[in-house]
């Protein structure tokens, strides 16, 4: 470990780190354009220039010098005031003085720095450079003029995204940043080049002009649109959404969020159920709170009743139904809406449990019925980073095009039990193998031949759990836990002929199971389920109440009220606790907290925030076949449109037209 | 620097380009430089490559060769490269030509010492013949740029004519080069000056004196 001398102060630092990075360990504040922590070390804004004894008598860029023994780094000397200055005039020649009218200002890197390190004034009176808009696809709004060239956005989609679409053309003052022939970016993590950008350049299309940042409430939330649970930051103001964005945290999402997860939200003021409805004749009409629950009173369902909880409710929301339901004397609750059977009682065989940080270090992975990119963008890009680091994926299931190299093993899953040589060497040879069992896999029965994989390929360890479940519902992991799950999946909710069935926010089940239940849909979305239901009950979106959700690696995490609901809709689990008095009978709680204690209660590992259950050791079997057969069909035909407030988004809409059905809109229409 | 455009991606660039591929022989010297980089580094290549190919279109064409944009793409897949990276480097460096150019392609070097030395007098007689930056004269000979430093600073000013050098110019020597390329002769490349062989100094040798004529060892002056 060198020791160093920054600014007077001796410190230790880790071999191999920059003279920045050791500037941040004494505390000193560097600033920078082109360097990010989690891309590739480029060095060509300069901004960060320091003196560093021994050396040559200059200032050095130190984001690209290693330490040596015994440097003396001085960040505070008047040749360092002079070079952050230099720069920043030079950054600055070509940088247009469009703040009032960028959508950057208030967030930009530039702005700040400048305001931190520049002159007062400019000494600069030739023309400036100006260059064309260049056209990236629905979400980026790019404004090429304020590029400073720092190639963060480059570096990126190269070395995070994996999908090497945008380039650096021409050079010099000419230099140019365009996708290839201004294609849309066509990846599922595209808009993380406008957080990246430390400009204005590349900026949020859907968001432009919508807010300054200083006028927003920041919400810590988590996201729903897949099972990855990434953390994210809602922006509203009044009682509107305006948008998301990635929060740090590198055991999930590192500071990444998808595409879908960040626009999502503008689906949040479409299509909301905002009134009681109920179905008259075929026909739904408005309708009081009062006349909904004398209606769902009326149909006396006594122990008659089901509840099946959708994709994206909290953990609260499904504790309150099932509460409702015990009450009742009903135990028929169910999440696993398309109708999978998989077994449940073994929790670690339907979980992540290498965790999303873990799986970097696997050596050999073989994916089963999962099209990872569009069911977990992030955990792809983990999964990069894993065979960037040496491993081998192996994939069965359709092909997909997939960021880093892979072997499509078959369609069918048949091919579980009678793996290829090439997978049984890699596995067999590998030091920490892993399995992951996605949605398509489990669809087609292939969980016990996983498992049965998992153990004979020795895949769990001291230190080491390679049986990977990676489910597609935010709701998924909280929902097994609550015990939301039937031994038969909703066959047997079907069974049992409910005569009231309560729909959390179910939009994938077929409801013409139901044909003589009272469906009752409590939801915030006019989509299927509203479609098929007797009685629409509103209730509130994610962003709308404070809830629990656990990833798929089994993360409980969670999210804060940013919003209010609009019109009539209410938290779900107030509606359900009314549900409860309508009904007669007594679910124990009568508040947010009451009801949050009482989860807890029952299932302790809910309280511990950040932390991943503790779900035991893998069964050695589970219930199933374990030598399935069948094709692979991946269930997101697309990967805008997974959710209901996705389809509601105009945003998504236009993402799946364009990037998707490959539909060419004109650029014109921006 | 002069400003460069990528020619526009219409269905005629397609159509006229899009089947593009490598002669035997030049796939045979493109597999060659690949040869050259340690597996997995074979993007490596890509200068040369794109070189090859741009020959390969002059050859095509009967002009010095430019770069179309499915001849990029037929690159960046020999590669396995892709294809932003390939455009990359093709805009970034000068002597790869994005836009289609004539027979000879011009380029008069008007960095300071060559205009010290008169290179005005160049770009003007060029101008005479009708070349202008960025445009094929109408017999499809000519194409013209005006260039940075080429590093002929000592017989400048110089301009470059596909592979060759003319140096030590006149707006009258320049005439006489380009006619007879305009005939079809192969007119001498380097110095125009009389009695000039390449970069020595103007009016003789003013060190080396006996190095002239023959090999001399001057160890034992020392």
Redesign the interface.
Known sequence: MPKVTVDGQEIEVPAGATVLQACELAGKEIPRFCYHERLSIAGNCRMCLVEVKPGPPKPQASCALPVGEGQEIRTDSEMVKKAREGVMEFLLINHPLDCPICDQGGECDLQDQAMAYGRGASRYHENKRAVTEKYMGPLIKTIMTRCIHCTRCVRFSEEIAGA???????????MQIT???EHAAKHELSANVIDLCPVGALTSGPYAYEARPWELKKTLSIDVSDAVGSNIRIDSRGREVLRALPRINDDVNEEWISDKARYQVEGLTRRRLDKVWIRKRGKLSEASWDEAFKKIAAAKPGKAIAAIAGDMVDCETMFAAKALLKACGSSLVESRQTGMDYDVSNLAAINFNSTFAGIEQADAILIVGSMVRWEAPLVNVRLRKAVKNGAKVFVVGPEWETTYPATFLGEDVSVLSNLPAEAVDALKAAEKPAIILGGAGFAMGGHAAAVKIAHDFNMVKDGWNGFNALHMAAARMGAVMLGFAQEGGIKDIVAAKPKVVLALGADEVDFSQFEDALKVYIGHHGDKGAHAADIILPAAAYTEKPGTYVNTEGRVQMADKAVFAPGDAREDWTILRALADALKVEVGFDSFDDLRAAMTTEVPALANEGEIADYGTLAASVKGDTTPSGAIAYPIKDFYLTNPIARASVVMQRCSNELVLGETMAEAAE | ?A??E?AP?TPELRERWGSFAFTAENKAKADKHIAKYPEGRQKSAVMPLLDLAQRQVGADTDTQGWLP?PVMEYVADYLG?????V??VA??YTMYNLAPVGKFHVQVCGTTPCMLRGSDDIIAACKKRGMKAGHVSDDGLWSFTEVECMGNCATAPMVQINDDNYEDLTAERLDVVLDALAAGETPKAGTQEPGRHTSEPAGGPTSLTEMVTENHDYRGDW
């Open positions: 090497d679409e945008i380039g650096a053309l021409y050079r010099g003052e000419d996708t290839y022939l | 620097m400003a460069r990528i991606d944009l490269m892709p294809i932003i990276r455009l990359e805009t970034f």
